[in-house]
């Protein structure tokens, strides 16, 4: 049973950095890429950035290049986004879902590839 469940959102000042952890089950990140999306009130979902089964290779929105890292543990079956100079605009829900695409080549962080998508972790950013 496929199952990704996110966890380490909170509040945040500006400019302070969270680390969000997506605990994946049911697959293996050799065959699956996962990615990274937020939606914040009134919006809709957008990709932050995603993480390739193929070769590690990574890629990252606008909004987070140079300020979100996503990295991986596959002994501990977890996908991490580490977020710095967090934003006011950063403010949503973050979920982490995994690509329909079985030993795709590289990554995509288009909603409609994803298949599989965790509960949601609420980032807010606010002083």
């Known amino acids: 049973q496929v199952q990704l469940v996110e966890s380490g959102g909170g509040l945040v000042q500006p400019g302070g950095s969270l680390r969000l952890s997506c605990e994946y089950s049911?697959?293996?990140?050799?065959?699956?890429?996962i990615g990274w999306f937020r939606q914040a009130p009134g919006k809709e979902r957008e990709g932050v950035s995603c993480?390739?089964?193929?070769?590690?290779?990574?890629y990252y929105t606008d909004s987070a290049k140079g300020r979100f890292t996503i990295s991986r543990n596959n002994a501990m079956n977890t996908v991490y986004l580490q977020m710095s100079s967090l934003e006011p605009d950063d403010t949503a829900v973050y979920y982490c879902?995994?690509?329909?695409?079985?030993?795709?080549?590289?990554?995509?962080?288009?909603?409609?590839?994803?298949?599989?998508w965790g509960q949601g972790t609420q980032v807010t950013v606010s002083s």
């Open positions: 879902a995994r690509d329909s695409r079985k030993r795709g080549f590289g990554c995509y962080v288009h909603k409609s590839l994803y298949d599989y």
């Open positions: 049911g697959f293996s990140l050799d065959d699956y890429s």
């Open positions: 993480i390739s089964s193929s070769d590690g290779t990574t």
